[in-house]
């Protein structure tokens, strides 16, 4: 498996994780984070992967310089 999917797998299986009815994510925090682990992946499409999945599961996020 490449760097895209296993990001691809660990954004979804950490967005399972969150409790019930939790906040805002922060996208740029996030990334950042996963920035650190894929290197090889632009913070650009980190930032896309995580607010796709977002989405898909119905959760809110924050845009990137948007106060949280």
Known sequence: ????G????QVAADMEALPKGCGRIDVEAVARFYAGR???IPFNDIVATIVKE?????LPYGHIGQKI
Not at 54 to 58: P, Q, V
Request: hydrophobic share 30%.
């Open 38 to 40: 894929f290197v090889r």
């Open 54 to 58: 977002a989405e898909r599961r119905g």
């Open 6 to 9: 296993k990001l691809e797998q």
């Open 1 to 4: 498996m490449d760097d895209r």
